[in-house]
């Protein structure tokens, strides 16, 4: 399988960045700004994000976090 990035796994989850934070008790702006690369995701948040997305952590590309 080709690696995807976040927010194609969330949009091919078929969740907003709402319903994704909601779920990982996080705030939207969090999830914005994994998607973006803002801020790194920390991992005990992209098992999470697995979890619920139905991908596991080798099919997922995190953006480099812009400085």
Request: glycine residues 2%.
């Amino acid at each position: 399988m080709a690696k995807i990035s976040l927010k194609a796994a969330r949009v091919a989850a078929n969740m907003t960045q709402k319903e994704l934070a909601e779920k990982l008790d996080v705030s939207r702006e969090s999830v914005i700004n994994w998607e973006t690369g803002k801020t790194p995701m920390k991992m005990v948040y992209l098992y999470a994000f697995c979890h619920v997305t139905g991908f596991s952590e080798n099919d997922i590309i995190l953006p480099e976090v812009s400085t």
